[in-house]
């Protein structure tokens, strides 16, 4: 296995060949991308990969995404600025950096927060750039009931400025109880949804 083996090279090759081809962004990352992730996610729980083969994997995914990235074609760039981050306590960076390419093919500006971000950390950058959507991934919510009281506040500067919030991850599609506490513009639960959301509301408002 190419992610496995830490071939860099091959992974790009998997990713970028597809597009080349005219397969979507959003198709090459929810079928091939997220399904091959998801699987060592599952050799590592299950402790038939160690944790430095986790982390090659990882880094190896990485670098192809950098390489997938370098390729793509934007024919226009817009003024529509977008803010990705993860929650707090979640390090999994990759959702975030996948969330923006999509954002960048459709031509949207984007500050990447990475992962690890507080809502009150993220609610500060959103008064300093304004942007039209922010992007918020959880893989899981390590703390709901804190989040949830700080997301109000960060939530209600969204209203105020007319931003779009939209959440991606289990931590916030698993269960009602996250929707109703969480509320969004729209809950991903796949690159598709996002990617769609993006084109049918080219406005961001």
């Not at 699987?39 to 944790?51: A, N």
């Not at 039209?132 to 400025?161: K, N």
Request: aromatic share 10%; net charge negative.
């Amino acid at each position: 296995d190419a992610l496995l083996g830490g071939r860099e090279d091959d992974c790009a090759a998997l990713l970028m060949k597809p597009y080349l081809r005219g397969t979507p962004l959003w198709e090459i990352f929810d079928r091939l991308f997220c399904e091959a992730m998801s699987r060592v996610g599952e050799l590592w729980y299950s402790g038939d990969l160690t944790i430095a083969q986790e982390h090659l994997a990882t880094h190896t995914a990485t670098s192809a995404l950098h390489a997938l990235r370098s390729v793509i074609a934007v024919t226009e760039v817009e003024s529509r600025l977008a803010v990705c981050c993860s929650v707090e306590d979640d390090f999994h960076e990759l959702p975030v950096q996948l969330a923006q390419i999509i954002f960048e093919s459709e031509g949207c500006r984007v500050i990447n927060l990475g992962a690890n971000t507080p809502f009150f950390a993220l609610e500060d950058a959103v008064r300093r750039h304004e942007p039209q959507v922010v992007c918020i991934s959880a893989t899981m919510l390590f703390h709901r009931d804190r989040g949830a009281h700080d997301y109000r506040s960060f939530h209600f500067l969204t209203r105020q400025m007319g931003a779009k919030v939209l959440l991606g991850g289990k931590g916030f599609t698993a269960d009602e109880e996250a929707r109703e506490r969480f509320p969004a513009d729209l809950y991903a639960e796949s690159f598709k949804e996002l990617h769609t959301f993006l084109v049918t509301n080219p406005g961001g408002k």
